[in-house]
């Protein structure tokens, strides 16, 4: 999860998210990029340097200030369209997470192995202060799911339009009622991860939690075990 005064993302727990994190940076090289250029052609102009007007006039300049938006713009492309498609992308899911929103907790449905049916609600106010916990951000009963396997999450909703978001995943889809939606994932490493619902969706919005806890398989299964007894 984040830290105060954190910079940037958090530490990303799949694959998609570590994809966004090197995204971003080579976007952000292009972002650099222009900002110098366009500040040292303002520059030129403002403080009336002598050679400014053959900066600003040459019809050399004037095509590459037309041309080179196009070179950005296929640059930023192509990874990004690479970055969807394995978004996108439909491996054999060794575990399907229906997700369900309400007004306002969300319920969780596994169907891969036992049926399991959990509800997950934020724990109590006073629960964060006496013991610690992240404020707003802790449930009831968590997500269990296995690291290292291809896991498939379909969203719903039974009442107005929520959306699951999990920013350490890289997973964000809106749940919407009457219609299932559905992403991929596959945790790398072991953890607990925080997310909550990003679409507003009435007076109790912000107490929405969604907390996932990335487990060995043996644990899982064992968890799987202690639910449907």
Not at 17 to 45: C, K, N, P, R, W
Request: hydrophobic share 45%.
């Amino acid at each position: 999860m984040s830290v105060p005064l954190q910079l940037g993302f958090q530490d990303p727990a799949s694959f998609i998210m570590e994809q966004f994190h090197e995204f971003h940076d080579y976007a952000m090289t292009f972002l650099v990029f222009i900002t110098i250029l366009v500040f040292y052609g303002l520059s030129l102009i403002l403080f009336k340097i002598p050679s400014h007007w053959k900066f600003v006039e040459k019809q050399n300049v004037e095509l590459w200030w037309t041309i080179s938006p196009g070179f950005i713009l296929v640059a930023l492309a192509v990874p990004s369209i690479s970055l969807l498609y394995y978004m996108d992308e439909s491996p054999n899911p060794e575990v399907t997470v229906k997700t369900i929103g309400h007004q306002w907790y969300w319920s969780y449905e596994i169907w891969d192995n036992n049926p399991i049916e959990i509800e997950s609600y934020m724990v109590q106010i006073e629960d964060f202060t006496q013991n610690g916990l992240p404020r707003l951000l802790e449930v009831d009963n968590r997500l269990v799911l296995p690291y290292n396997t291809n896991i498939r999450v379909i969203t719903s909703s039974t009442d107005v339009i929520h959306a699951w978001c999990v920013p350490v995943l890289g997973l964000k889809m809106d749940a919407v009622p009457g219609r299932l939606n559905q992403m991929f994932t596959f945790i790398n490493r072991t953890g607990v991860f925080y997310g909550q619902c990003s679409e507003i969706c009435g007076s109790n919005h912000s107490f929405m939690p969604i907390v996932i806890e990335a487990v060995d398989r043996e644990t899982y299964y064992q968890w799987c075990n202690n639910i449907t007894e």
